[in-house]
């Protein structure tokens, strides 16, 4: 079997893994009466598999709904898994009591969607750096001091901007604030919420290059989660399309955008702008079904053009892996891959 491969084609070794999530799930029970009687489980998170390697940029895509930001919650500890395993950095933190967060806190951090409201605005940009500093026992002045100012320029403000206000501020830059937040306390990995969908369009480019320019000056591996492909395709590794609540479609970055295998990865495709491409891909149309009550058989099924008897009869497979690395969740993988390698762009994504 062949190691993974970055972005670039080089490999990586097995056992460089800082995040590994097994059969995550998180469900929420909803309404009942006084003893539950009556009572519905919303399936949030239902049986989810990842893997982050150092120095990685995972992609975790789907639409709103799908289940992506209650997978970064339980990473970060802010949400109790209902089953399955969370290791950070070779530590089991599953079932971590809240206290223990401040540990977690080193290791992986979250840059939020909306840079104006993930920001108190009556808090100097100083005071919003120093915080996390002195929360976790950082108390010399001098040093305190070194790196806010060291953190600023990484994300491309000046020291002098510190004592500033929110307020102060174009949405871009309180997005490099925010960023330089979530990187003060030297996290191993950063959790992208949407970073860059709240921005304008001349200035999420500025965001996007200064993401992956910080991943490789510190040494950071990311989790992007977006509804945006285009960025996805731009910045990530790797790539795990989330369906209502399950992973559907991941593997190398390249094998995704070219060769997609199901067809909700089809149709996310699909929206994004691109002249060269030579035929559509699948799309889809509708909404997501309501999770509370999901559709009999394959929970795409209602959506797919492909659908046959066996997906509106039988739930989805298991994640098959049909290439190196490349693993879905669909009766008609095979078919439905090779009819997308027929419409794939020539020449190379960038």
Same mark, same amino acid.
């Given at each position: ?21 097994? *059969? ?8 009942? @009466?006084?003893? @539950?009687?009556?009572?519905?489980? +919303? ?6 598999? +990842? ?12 639409? $709103?709904? $799908? ?29 971590? /009591? ?16 909306? /840079?104006? #409201?993930?920001?108190? /605005? %009556? ?38 901007? #510190? ?14 604030? @925010? ?15 949407? /970073? ?13 290059? =200064? ?33 209502? @609540? %399950? ?6 970055? %390249? ?5 997609? #295998? ?7 495709? #699909? ?20 999770? =509370? ?30 290439? *190196? ?16 390698? +027929? ?8």
């Amino acid at each position: 079997m062949h190691e993974p491969q970055d972005r670039l084609g080089e490999t990586r070794p097995d056992d460089d893994v800082i995040l590994s999530v097994r *059969d995550l799930a998180v469900h929420f029970p909803l309404g009942g @009466g006084l003893l @539950g009687r009556g009572r519905r489980l +919303l399936r949030a998170v239902d049986g989810v598999d +990842l893997t982050l390697k150092r120095g990685e940029c995972l992609g975790l895509v789907g639409e $709103s709904g $799908s289940g992506k930001s209650t997978v970064a919650l339980s990473i970060l500890g802010l949400v109790t898994p209902t089953r399955g395993r969370i290791v950070l950095d070779g530590q089991d933190v599953t079932n971590r /009591p809240s206290g223990d967060r401040k540990a977690l806190a080193r290791i992986v951090q979250i840059v939020f969607q909306d /840079p104006y #409201a993930s920001l108190n /605005p %009556r808090q100097t940009v100083r005071r919003t750096l120093e915080d996390p500093l002195r929360v976790h026992g950082v108390t010399a002045k001098s040093e305190i001091e070194d790196r806010v100012a060291k953190m600023l320029r990484h994300v491309g403000l000046r020291p002098e901007q #510190a004592d500033r206000y929110p307020h102060e501020f174009s949405g871009g830059q309180r997005q490099r604030i @925010g960023i330089a937040r979530a990187l003060i306390l030297n996290p191993k990995i950063v959790i992208c919420d949407e /970073p860059v969908s709240a921005l304008d369009v001349s200035i999420r480019a500025q965001i996007i290059n =200064l993401l992956l320019e910080l991943k490789e000056t510190l040494g950071l591996s990311y989790i992007m989660i977006s509804h945006d492909l285009g960025v996805v395709e731009h910045m990530s590794d790797k790539v795990a399309v989330m369906y209502l @609540g %399950r992973i559907v479609e991941n593997g190398h970055w %390249r094998e995704i955008f070219e060769r997609p #295998a199901h067809p909700y990865t089809q149709a996310l495709i #699909a929206a994004i702008p691109d002249p060269l491409r030579h035929a559509p891909l699948a799309t889809t149309g509708g909404d997501l079904p309501n999770p =509370l009550n999901p559709p009999n058989g394959c929970a795409f099924s209602p959506r797919c053009r492909y659908a046959e008897a066996v997906c509106r009869r039988e739930p989805g497979p298991a994640l098959e892996t049909r290439t *190196d690395g490349h693993a879905v969740r669909c009766w008609r993988a095979d078919e439905i891959a090779g009819q997308a390698a +027929l419409v794939s762009t020539e020449g190379e994504h960038f």
